[in-house]
């Protein structure tokens, strides 16, 4: 009893952000896959349970990967946990391959043509039995607002919703850095954007400003830098065999364990990493230990930057496909800014790790 309050207090002290006309948690759950769930040897039925106990414990929103399988566990989700008001499903559709041996044009009818949106919208309300799609995200380039297929897709979007199969559109945005992508984030029609940042990563800091200007939620993909920022990968590191991890080459884990290390000084408990290499170790010892201590681990600290960094109003979606990371991810929004000092080492650490 003592602990079910204990998260009940917490969650009720978890930072907020608003998306459109609602209230969300500044943490969620990031790239719900079952197949990348299943690589890293997550069972479907354990995934499952984390997310029934993260709807249950107030976590509101989910990034969910394009896939049926996926949105089908997302939907069955929300109505197990009656959850359809307040609980956002970030569904995406993904743009159009090209053929093998097709010019590989990244132009707008070619790569999100009207037709096929459509065809996806239905898809995923079918795969999810949802009546409407909270958040439904796009993959979308600067360039295309030039194009003259740009009015055909706007008018699109804005069809489905109101049809009542979409509530709002999100921008996906895998290049952030150019400045053109100020004028995607003015669309009036966009509700959030989703870039990739981390500690490690800082490119997407070139869009803040505009996507704060229009009081818009920026949606944090791997804010543990897929992992790395557990302090869990370096030399020697067991993975299962389909663990998409397992492309990295020692230099690679090499870099990150010396990157977590030097982190490492600035936590309370020192994580795997720092042992894994000599290089990882001298780091360490190289780093100043400040005399006060904010966060308890690397990850906590990697994710309590990008609340306190990435503009007024991130949404940290870390991949929570275990259930002993759920509960670290919601003390994370509910712990207080890190301080101005800490805060200004990070910004000014080299970000270029791995």
Known sequence: MRAAAAVAGTIRRVRTRRLGGQDITAV???????????ARGVPARDLELVVHEATAFGITIFDVTADADSEKLAGEAVRAQRVRDRVVMATRVPLVVPLPGAPARDVLPERLPVRYLQDRI????RASRLEVLPLAQLPLRPAWLASRAWPELAGTCARLVGEGKVLQWGAILDEPTDEAAAALIA???????SVLYHLWDRRAEAVFAAADQRELPILVRQPL???ALTGNLGPGVRLTPRDDRNELDLPALERIAVGAARLSRLVKREPPAVRSCDAAREAAERTARPEH?????VAELALRFVLDRAGARPVALPRLHRREHLLPAIAAASAAPLSAGLLARLVGSDPRVA
């Open 187 to 193: 669309e009036p029609w966009l509700a959030a954007i």
């Open 293 to 297: 201590l904010e966060c308890d681990d």
């Open 122 to 125: 239905e898809a995923t309300l």
């Open 225 to 227: 830098a897929g992992g």
């Open 28 to 38: 969620g759950g990031g790239e719900l896959s079952l197949a990348t769930s299943a």
